[in-house]
Every structure is written in C-alpha cells, then in structure tokens.
C-alpha cells in the first residue's frame, strides 16, 4: 500500500471548484474528488497551523497536548513528568509511528518543523526533507524534492509521503511569468463595494486596511499581495493572488501524479488531499489570514481516493482533522491508540456510509481565543480574548443561510445561543477530566498577556502601537473601545 498525503497551507475548500467555487481554480483537486470521497464538513480542532498538525498527528485535541498558541508556553506540549518512557506520547501513540508499525516507510517534504520549532512534528518519521525556508518555499523549490523521492522510491511499497505545499500561505508568491488565470472572472459576488466600505471601518490584525496584520506595507517581492482592501481592484489583487496559488499548487498535484502514473503505482497510492486550516477571504472582516475559530478558518478540505473505494461520493458529516489517525488505520487493519480523540469515518471511504459526529468544536488561540461549536445549521462562537476586533463575546452564524458569517443573529437566537453555550461547557467538562495536569491552555495564553499575534500586555504588547494607527486611519472610535477594554494593561499616557 502506498499514501500520500498532500498538505496545502492555508487551503479554504469554498475556492475549490469541486466544493462549489466559480473558478477554475482546481481542476486536478476536483478530479481526484470525482475518483474518490469529498467530505464536506471537516474541522481542524485546533487553529491555526502549529496547533493544528500537531492535533493531526498526535489524535489528540489542543486541550490534550498542550499545543494551542504560537508562543509561549502554550506553543510547546505539556511536559508529561514522571510517567514519561524511553520515549514520548507523539512517537510511541502518534500517527507516525503508528504506520511505523504496519511496516510502512514514513517520509516528509516539509520545513515545518523548523518553522515553529515543532520538534514533535517529526515524530515515527524515518525521512525528514527540510526544503529549508521556513514555509517561505514556493512550489517551484518543494516539487523537485518530491520527484527525487518519488523516482527513488515510487515503485517500493508501503509508503507514506506527507507533501507540504505553501504557495496559499501569504504572501502570494505565483511567479508573474504564470500569468493571470481569473483576471476576467468575477469576484466572489458577496464581497461588494458596500461590503470593502462596511470592512474599512473595522479594527483588527489583517483587517482590510492591514493585510499585513498591523501596517498595509507592501513588498515588492510580493506584487500579488496588497497592503490594503479599498475598492474592487485592490480587492480583485487579494483575490486573485489567492486564487492563482491554488491554481499554481494544483499544477504541481498534476505534475506528482503524473509521475505516479509513468511509475505503474498511481492507481494503487492512496490520495489525500487536505490542509492544516482555511482562510478567512472576508469572512469577520479579516483577509488572508487564518485567525479565528470560525467557519472560514477551521473547515479544512478533505478529500480521499481510496483505493477499492467509493468514486464521487461526498460525505457531509460533522468531522475532526484529528480523525484522519483512527480512520486510516481501520483502513490498515491497524489499531487506534487508546489515547486518540479522533472517531473512523473509514465506512464513507469505502462504502460511502456515512459517520459524522453530533458536533464538533474548534480553538483558536494564535490570534484570538474562541471557542466555537458547529452543530446543526449554527456555529456558536464564544470569544475570550478578541484580538483586537471586538468581536462579542458571543456570536451567532447559520451557515446554510449565511455561509461568509456576514450576519450575527445571536441577538434574535437567545436559546440557540444558549444550546451552544451549553454543549461547550458539555465539551469542556468532559475534556478536562483528561487533562492530566488540570490546565485549559486557553488561559494559559491569557494569562501570559495574550495570543501571540495580539498581546494586549507585557514588553511585547501590539495594542499601544496599533491604538496610534487606528487614530491615524479614521477609526478612533474602534481606538477608543480597545482602549477601554484594555484600560488596564495601558501606560497612563496611552
């Protein structure tokens, strides 16, 4: 048995074609969805990408391993103190090690390790391939690692390859000699001149007045990725440069099948296509970036072609990224491990049977601290720490009716609101009866002054700075509401 798994930073499935979007952007994605299962409601448990693949690989929730921020002592696993063995939980219980096991040869294209100093990440791995920039790689660099091995190793057997591609990632990086594939296609139809108008009032990190988190600077590295969102050009540019990179990423896809095939294995590899989180294009009035517990960043793309599995089948059940580990090794014959948070959904790859769970609940504490739950029709989003945008503390989303989160309905929804409050504490509760150590990591960020891209205190605070730029830019009145919120943590003369 051969696998390869193909992990796109930053890759929302709503600008896929083969999950509804209205470009091109996809065509190699969407035929091996038409080969194999689409799942269309699948959630990283834990945003964004250091929380993430370390949930994916270990099975575990955030809450669980300790991993739910980008700094501090959040951003590092819980030490497991006396009980540890020889070796740690992510090597003898994690993904890898458990191929490992059924004799597979692990291997891994990928700088991201290095990136967020994520030692674990490389746990049960006999290959590690670090192309060695930190995600700032384009595909052009990470490509011709992945035809060495392949022409070395395609035709063996029992293998997985992890392929990390980063070109979604900001900044947009396409070569201009690729062109402009959508430059005459239309925009996505819900981002109007009304919506860039009722965004340019907003404050926040990567808000549309600062693509670039706290300033709209512009590097000419970079020409596809705007500073600022003022009007449907520089909007178009955001657009567009995101849209290319899929396009640009789905060439490579094309080319490593290829390869597959001329080797004699691609009908007998298994393929997985997903991603580590999605991307607000928007969504909550944040652009290019991957910073809230919501909808647009934490449904990932999952896609599977099995082989002597379903073709075109789509599965719509409530799933975790976190249950990828137990699903695959059902599909092995291989066993769970016992600590795993993750549930097989291994009956829709090979029957299309269906699943998925009552609900799911995602994190996110690199930008902001939420806690959302998505069940039903609703994502309830409970806010602790709003990073700077002034989200409430509680919102309300249909995603049938809504599916960009344009409109909080909490107000009109008190006892959905309170549904979903419930079934997080539910969740909560439950979880932290396995916390070993007894800590929610969730506070831990807040405690320590904050998620790490908007620390509202200590040396290494963002707010007083971003308080002068919000004033500077027509937006005192944002100014002065986080200046009340934060009152506290502010010098005197701030």
């Known amino acids: 048995m051969r696998l390869l798994y193909i992990d796109i930073d930053a890759l929302t499935p709503s600008h896929l074609g083969c999950y509804g979007y209205h470009r091109d952007t996809s065509p190699t994605i969407d035929r091996v969805a038409a080969e194999g299962l689409r799942c269309t409601n699948v959630y990283t448990s834990d945003a964004p990408c250091l929380p993430s693949r370390t949930a994916m690989y270990s099975g575990r929730f955030g809450i669980h391993t300790g991993v739910v921020g980008h700094g501090g002592t959040a951003a590092q696993p819980k030490i497991e103190g006396p009980t540890r063995g020889f070796g740690d939980l992510f090597d003898a219980q994690g993904l890898g090690r458990s191929l490992q096991r059924l004799g597979f040869h692990t291997?891994?294209?990928?700088?991201?390790?290095?990136?967020?100093?994520?030692?674990?990440?490389?746990?049960?791995?006999?290959?590690?391939?670090?192309?060695?920039?930190?995600?700032?790689?384009?595909?052009?660099?990470?490509?011709?690692?992945?035809?060495?091995?392949?022409?070395?190793?395609?035709?063996?057997?029992?293998?997985?390859?992890?392929?990390?591609?980063?070109?979604?990632?900001?900044?947009?990086?396409?070569?201009?000699?690729?062109?402009?594939?959508?430059?005459?296609?239309?925009?996505?139809?819900w981002l109007t001149e009304k919506k860039i108008r009722e965004h340019n009032r907003k404050t926040g990190p990567h808000s549309s007045l600062e693509i670039g988190m706290y300033n709209d600077r512009e590097n000419p590295r970079y020409p596809r990725h705007p500073g600022k969102i003022t009007d449907p050009a520089s909007l178009r540019r955001m657009i567009d440069g995101y849209d290319t990179a899929i396009r640009?990423?789905?060439?490579?896809?094309?080319?490593?099948?290829?390869?597959?095939?001329?080797?004699?294995?691609?009908?007998?590899?298994?393929?997985?296509?997903?991603?580590?989180?999605?991307?607000?294009?928007?969504?909550?009035?944040?652009?290019?970036?991957?910073?809230?517990?919501?909808?647009?960043?934490?449904?990932?793309?999952?896609?599977v072609r099995w082989p002597g599995g379903v073709s075109a089948a789509v599965d719509e059940g409530l799933h975790y990224n976190v249950d990828l580990a137990p699903t695959l090794?059902?599909?092995?014959?291989?066993?769970?491990?016992?600590?795993?948070?993750?549930?097989?959904?291994?009956?829709?790859?090979?029957?299309?049977?269906?699943?998925?769970?009552?609900?799911?609940?995602?994190s996110q504490c690199c930008h902001v601290c939420q806690r959302s739950v998505r069940f039903d029709r609703w994502l309830y989003v409970r806010t602790f720490h709003d990073g700077f945008h002034l989200f409430p503390r509680e919102?309300?989303?249909?995603?049938?009716?809504?599916?960009?989160?344009?409109?909080?309905?909490?107000?009109?929804?008190?006892?959905i609101c309170r549904q979903g409050a419930g079934r997080l504490l539910d969740w909560h509760q439950e979880q932290m009866a396995t916390v070993g150590d007894g800590v929610d990591p969730l506070w831990t960020v807040i405690q320590e002054g904050g998620p790490f891209h908007a620390r509202h205190a200590g040396p290494n605070s963002q707010l007083p700075g971003y308080l002068e730029r919000l004033e500077a830019t027509g937006r005192g009145d944002g100014a002065a509401q986080l200046r009340k919120k934060y009152a506290r943590f502010l010098p005197p003369d701030r």
């Not at 094309?254 to 991307?279: M, N, P, R, Y």
């Open 248 to 303: 640009y990423v789905d060439d490579q896809i094309a080319h490593i099948l290829t390869i597959l095939e001329q080797k004699g294995v691609l009908e007998d590899t298994a393929v997985i296509i997903s991603a580590d989180h999605g991307e607000n294009m928007g969504e909550l009035g944040i652009y290019g970036e991957h910073g809230t517990a919501d909808q647009a960043t934490c449904r990932i793309p999952m896609i």
């Open 107 to 189: 291997a891994m294209v990928s700088p991201f390790g290095q990136r967020h100093a994520a030692w674990h990440f490389y746990a049960g791995f006999n290959e590690i391939h670090n192309t060695g920039k930190g995600g700032a790689e384009s595909a052009e660099e990470v490509t011709p690692v992945v035809e060495k091995w392949l022409h070395d190793n395609a035709a063996s057997d029992n293998w997985y390859l992890h392929v990390n591609y980063w070109d979604v990632h900001t900044p947009y990086r396409a070569p201009l000699e690729y062109g402009e594939p959508f430059a005459d296609e239309p925009l996505p139809a």
């Open 329 to 362: 090794m059902d599909l092995l014959d291989g066993p769970s491990q016992p600590i795993w948070d993750g549930e097989s959904y291994a009956p829709a790859i090979l029957n299309g049977a269906s699943r998925g769970r009552e609900q799911v609940v995602v």
């Open 395 to 415: 919102m309300l989303f249909d995603l049938t009716a809504d599916p960009h989160e344009e409109v909080d309905i909490a107000a009109e929804n008190l006892d």
